[in-house]
Nanobody
Framework: QVQLVESGGGLVQPGGSLRLSCAASARVGADVMGWYRQAPGKEREMVASVSSGGTIKYASSVEDRFTISRDNRKNTITLEMNSLKPEDTAVYYC????????????WGQGTQVTISS
């Protein structure tokens, strides 16, 4: 079973920057890796994703502030978050999905991001 290990996160002031990284324990291929977040009392939402072929998607709330990248050789993705706002505060989860057989839907343990002065 593929495992995802996240790093980064923490506390930063509004307007600051953070970087989140996620490493998969094995190469899957034909997959989509991405970041989701869940704030207290809210549903989990997609933040950004990148396929193994390089297709990138962003939530409209972050597309001009966040950048996702992927290194297929290292099975890692990175989320650069800039101009952070208090509403970005949430637990951020890394996810790997593969829609074709063998199917995967794997989640990381989550990392807290808090934006506060």
């Amino acid at each position: 079973q593929v495992q995802l290990v996240e790093s980064g996160g923490g506390l930063v002031q509004p307007g600051g920057s953070l970087r989140l990284s996620c490493a998969a324990s094995a190469r899957v291929g034909a997959d989509v890796m991405g970041w989701y977040r869940q704030a207290p009392g809210k549903e989990r939402e997609m933040v950004a994703s990148v396929s193994s072929g390089g297709t990138i998607k962003y939530a409209s709330s972050v597309e001009d502030r966040f950048t996702i990248s992927r290194d297929n050789r290292k099975n890692t993705i990175t989320l650069e978050m800039n101009s952070l706002k208090p509403e970005d505060t949430a637990v951020y989860y890394c996810n790997l999905k593969r829609a074709v057989t063998p199917r995967y839907d794997v989640w990381g343990q989550g990392t807290q991001v808090t934006i506060s002065s």
